[in-house]
């Protein structure tokens, strides 16, 4: 498997999310959910590392609303901004008051994505839990529901291949 970025090029030590074990992933992660009784009526994606997680769970917990905030943090391979930023177009926050809302996102690496996410929706009246395939140790959020925890890189199969660019 060749991988897109330049830090997982070379797979060995790192860990490999096959589209198979995605699968597996995403449906052990919503039997945690229904395992812990949590019946979420919103399903929001952290853009862009959380929509394929998100839309997954979203159909394995009978969840039709679904939404995203999109948030830059990581600009490049180990490279990241001073502070997470939301981008345009903004999640419509009122819509979520009083409502349970499950936050999915790929990797809590920093955690200090989701806590962006967190701090916003718990400000505007929400019951918020959190999902996410993979946690590292140097998080600073505690994510409800994870399938994995690791240190290693992480190689997703969504971006282990350069976008297509129509130059054949």
């Given amino acids: 498997m060749t991988a897109y970025h330049a830090e997982a090029s070379d797979t060995e030590g ?15 992660l919503a039997e945690q959910v229904v395992g812990d009784s949590f019946r979420p009526e919103v399903i929001v994606a952290v853009a862009r590392g959380g929509l394929l997680l998100a839309g997954s769970l979203a159909y394995a917990l009978g969840v039709k609303l679904a ?19 939301l981008l345009a177009p903004l999640l419509d ?21 989701l806590q962006l996410v967190m701090d916003i929706l718990l ?24 399938w994995k925890d690791t240190d290693a890189w992480i190689v997703f199969p969504w971006s282990a291949l ?3 660019d129509g130059v054949r």
Wanted: charged share 30%; no cysteine.
């Fill in 14 to 28: 790192k860990e490999v999310l096959t589209w198979e074990g995605f699968g597996k992933a995403s449906r052990e």
């Fill in 67 to 85: 939404d995203a905030m999109n948030v830059e943090f990581y600009t490049d391979v180990a490279e990241t901004l001073p502070d997470p930023v």
């Fill in 93 to 113: 926050i009122d819509s979520i008051a009083g409502r349970r809302v499950l936050v999915v996102d790929d990797v809590a690496d920093s955690g200090r994505t």
């Fill in 123 to 146: 400000k505007h009246g929400a019951e918020v839990r959190t999902a996410a395939l993979y946690t590292k140790p140097t998080s600073i959020y505690r994510v409800d529901y994870v």
């Fill in 162 to 164: 350069p976008p297509v």
